[in-house]
């Protein structure tokens, strides 16, 4: 059978169930679990589906565009593993903040089973998160269409209203040197904000953002909390020496 035609049973399974594991598409096209992994990769990369741990899930491009879902899959294997660590630091009962990163998105699938409080700008989040366990609050303020996030002032003092157990952040450029980098005023303003009105920061970065430097400069190293990376133990090293717990 061909690519594009196990691709249209794959599609036409998400259809009908929202989410599958490996297995599930193996035997329903009588191939190989190593062939629907690569399978459920090219079609994550095409934008075409969302790569979870175990399988795959529905994406909607309605609520999600392309250029996001293009971005979580980049990376996924790697990012889940990240995610199922993170998610493993949170309580029954938690209030948690989730910025609008695409590797903080990737959590979803390991919380929705927790009985805890979201307060998010992502709109992915929340539409990843309704129908579960969670309990969401969406921070109010101005729509950025590509990012499928809220920004601005309005939005800062929203969140500036909470005090709230850990947050769970991505960033664009991480350094021991010169702390915390984004590609942006709007995501470097809200990472504070959420910073913060957090008791504990988490940040999840993949190897990729470690000791990079990007267009602007918004903190120093000390407001992670914990790093949470698949960074080697050597690469991270420097930054245990600035005090900042890690989980590899």
Not at 145 to 152: I, K, S
Not at 198 to 204: C, E
Request: aromatic share 6%; with cysteine; glycine share 6%.
């Amino acid at each position: 059978m061909s690519f594009q035609n196990r691709k249209q049973i794959i599609l036409k399974i998400l259809e009908e169930k929202g989410e599958a594991e490996v297995k599930d598409f193996a035997q329903a096209l009588d191939i190989s679990e190593i062939t629907i992994r690569r399978d459920l990769q090219q079609m994550a990369t095409d934008g075409l589906l969302f790569r979870t741990h175990g399988g795959a899930m529905k994406l909607s491009l309605a609520q999600m565009p392309f250029t996001f879902a293009n971005k979580t899959a980049v990376n996924a294997k790697e990012k889940d593993k990240i995610c199922q660590l993170a998610a493993q630091q949170i309580q029954e009962g938690d209030i948690i903040l989730m910025d609008c990163g695409s590797t903080v998105f990737r959590m979803c699938q390991f919380i929705k089973n927790k009985r805890i409080k979201v307060i998010t700008n992502s709109l992915p989040v929340v539409y990843e998160l309704m129908n579960s366990q969670v309990s969401i609050n969406l921070i109010g303020g101005e729509i950025d269409q590509e990012r499928q996030a809220v920004h601005g002032r309005i939005a800062e003092e929203h969140i500036a209203r909470y005090k709230v157990d850990k947050a769970f952040l991505g960033v664009d450029g991480i350094s021991p040197e010169n702390g915390l980098s984004a590609f942006g005023e709007d995501e470097a303003s809200i990472t504070l904000a959420m910073a913060k009105a957090s008791a504990r920061n988490y940040f999840l970065c993949d190897a990729s953002k470690l000791g990079k430097d990007k267009y602007l400069t918004f903190a120093p190293i000390t407001l992670v909390d914990v790093l949470i990376t698949n960074a080697s133990i050597e690469d991270v090293k420097v930054y245990q020496d600035k005090g900042i717990s890690i989980l590899i």
